[in-house]
């Protein structure tokens, strides 16, 4: 498989190309969408790691900045719209699947886009590899699963409860109870859209779809549970920030939820990020509001 070179000619139309890339885990061959779109420097968008989540989350996003990017958003292993192979999902296998991306499917792009738990995931990267990742751009940076949110506490619990649901009969059961259409739209509206009817119709069926997917139920529940945080505590989100070479752009909506926005905000006191809040927005304000958010990535990427 190629990669995706930057350097694309000033008269490439801007038409979506979407398409399906092959990664190997654990004996198992993985299949996940890609979208890619645009004209100019590339920038690797990466969707938020949650139930309802793919890559089309980032395509209103895309669609802003095609006039001056190449932008790729690509699905996470175990999520996505495609069939998923019953994985014992882990943290070590999205840091895998990350390099992967920087090295061989998007290598060294100028900016990379992270929402949600993704952000942890490139910040460990970039961390380590900035000169793989391009500049960081965070939007609603989590680090904490839903479960231990609620909590404000991990669990062994938690560990039980995402492996439960690899049994056959008993897991589809448990994944049902927890993660269906009245869920789906309680968690929307309490934390993740700010227009209460914005999750509906065509957007509802699509998501939907997202969750009853074959095989949906192991990584959706591994991040409910917190199995799949990126970061154990807050204090190594904080330092994974600060050991950035240059400073990172973090975007988040005045109506975050309350616990999130305290996380998010806790990097104010880190030189090296850019807290940025919008007037409105939750969790997934790219999707929502993507004028504002492709307005103010413009911006920070015209600025060294």
Known sequence: MHGISADESEDRKLTKMDTNIEWNWEGKTIRLGMTRVGTGPLILLLPALSSISTRREMRP??????????????????FGDLPRPPVDWRPETYRAFLRHLLRDVCPSPHATIAAGHAAGYLLAQA??????????????????????????RRSRAFTALAHAVDVPGLGPLLYRINVNRPVVGMMARGHVYDDPAWLSGARLADKLAVIGAAGARHASFRFVTGELDPMLDQTEFLAAVALLK??????????????SKAEIESLAALSNATLICLPKGKLSIHEEYPDRVADVVRGFLATR
């Open 61 to 78: 996003l895309q669609d802003r900045l095609a006039n001056s990017f190449v932008t790729v958003a690509v699905d996470w292993p175990g």
């Open 127 to 152: 961390a380590a590899q900035a000169d793989r990742t391009g500049r960081c751009i965070l939007i609603a940076p989590t680090w904490r699963g839903p479960l231990p949110t609620m909590l404000g």
């Open 246 to 259: 240059e400073p990172a752009l973090v975007l988040y909506g005045a109506n975050t939820p309350p616990k």
